[in-house]
């Protein structure tokens, strides 16, 4: 079983950064995929980020957004630069058992593990 907890959400201003982490337990971290997602209220969640074979951004994060991992710290983050209010959302941390490359944005039900989420909130 796999535990993830995110850290690092909070308010900022528009323009501002964050940058989250996720730190994983249980398993071996450096053989799995970690995505990123966020739900902002009244909508779905939609995918950002994933970092596995390769990395692979959704359009929200494109240009703005980074994905990184510390397998020596069990832990995947995510830089955010530029932000802008509609980035206002609860960020989710999610894990798959395994190694993949992604050509596609990868779907929530790609990810077995998941965190409880982390409150972004950005004002303009």
């Known amino acids: 079983q796999v535990q993830l907890v995110e850290s690092g959400g909070g308010s900022v201003q528009a323009g501002g950064s964050l940058r989250l982490s996720c730190a994983a337990s249980?398993?071996?971290?450096?053989?799995?995929?970690m995505g990123w997602f966020r739900q902002a209220p009244g909508k779905e969640r939609e995918f950002v980020a994933a970092?596995?074979?390769?990395?692979y951004y959704g359009d929200p994060a494109k240009g703005r957004f980074t994905v990184s991992r510390d397998n020596a710290k069990n832990t995947v983050y995510l830089q955010m630069n530029s932000l802008k209010p509609e980035d206002t959302a609860v960020y989710y941390c999610?894990?798959?058992?395994?190694?993949?490359?992604?050509?596609?944005?990868?779907?929530?039900?790609?990810?077995?593990?998941w965190g409880q989420g982390t409150q972004v909130t950005v004002s303009s």
């Open positions: 999610a894990a798959r058992g395994r190694s993949s490359y992604y050509v596609t944005a990868p779907g929530q039900t790609d990810f077995a593990f």
């Open positions: 970092i596995a074979g390769n990395i």
């Open positions: 249980g398993g071996t971290f450096s053989r799995y995929s």
